[in-house]
T-cell receptor
């Protein structure tokens, strides 16, 4: 079956512009995560969605970053007024979570969106 | 805050030799520890994981050990092959609340033919 897909694969934008990054999780996965990977760095947690629960936004670096997940499936990460330090690869992952919130499965990652802010 | 330290940052080994990567975590409530392999231009892929009720897990040439008391866990790759060359990330997670992973900073492994 299809894995996690992300679009676009590459995005170049000018400083100050807004960008939207899209993630299509694996069908049936109720949990969705966004991470950021800066050049030569590890993966930094941004935000987590699980079912209809309020998202965990504790990793968002500033109020210029926001994300939504419509219909429990597709998610969009929006960065407003982009800055050069926003340049990174943005990775999305999804996983199965059993009813009652017991974690059951690994996180499957998409290929990422490489964002370059000029 | 929660933190995962990973060493070494780079590792070069001769083909056929073993490679060991070590991680230390700070959150004592962590109880799930996955290892991911990331090849150039791709997203990370899970290669092995271990839960806190187990001290060791092996899958062919790959093994992971966990010392919960010391908050250490390690990845062992035996009989390395050129296709093992990649960046490896360890992570720690809880299995309640938010299941976010706290990742280490990665190890670039080069297997020399």
């Amino acid at each position: 079956g299809a894995g996690v897909s992300q679009s676009p694969s590459n995005k170049v934008t000018e400083k100050g512009k807004d960008v939207e990054l899209r993630c299509d999780p694996i069908s049936g996965h109720t949990a969705l995560y966004w991470y950021r990977q800066s050049l030569g760095q590890g993966l930094e947690f941004l935000i987590y969605f699980q079912g209809n629960s309020a998202p965990d936004k504790s990793g968002l670096p500033s109020d210029r970053f926001s994300a939504e997940r419509t219909g429990g499936s597709v998610s969009t990460l929006t960065i407003q007024r982009t800055q050069q330090e926003d340049s990174a690869v943005y990775l999305c992952a999804s996983s199965l979570v059993a009813s009652g919130g017991t974690h059951v499965g690994e996180q499957y990652f998409g290929p990422g969106t490489r964002l370059t802010v000029t | 805050g929660e933190n995962v330290e990973q060493h070494p940052s780079t590792l070069s080994v001769q083909e056929g030799d073993s490679a060991v990567i070590k991680c230390t975590y700070s959150d004592s409530a962590s109880n799930y520890f996955p290892w991911y392999k990331q090849e150039l231009g791709k997203g990370p892929q899970l290669i092995i994981d271990i839960r806190s009720n187990v001290g060791e897990k092996k899958d062919q040439r790959i093994a992971v050990t966990l010392n919960k008391t010391a908050k250490h866990f390690s990845l062992h790759i035996t009989e390395t092959q050129p296709e093992d060359s990649a960046v490896y990330f360890c992570a720690a997670s809880r299995t309640s609340g938010t299941y976010k992973y706290i990742f280490g900073t990665g190890t670039r492994l080069k297997v020399l033919a």
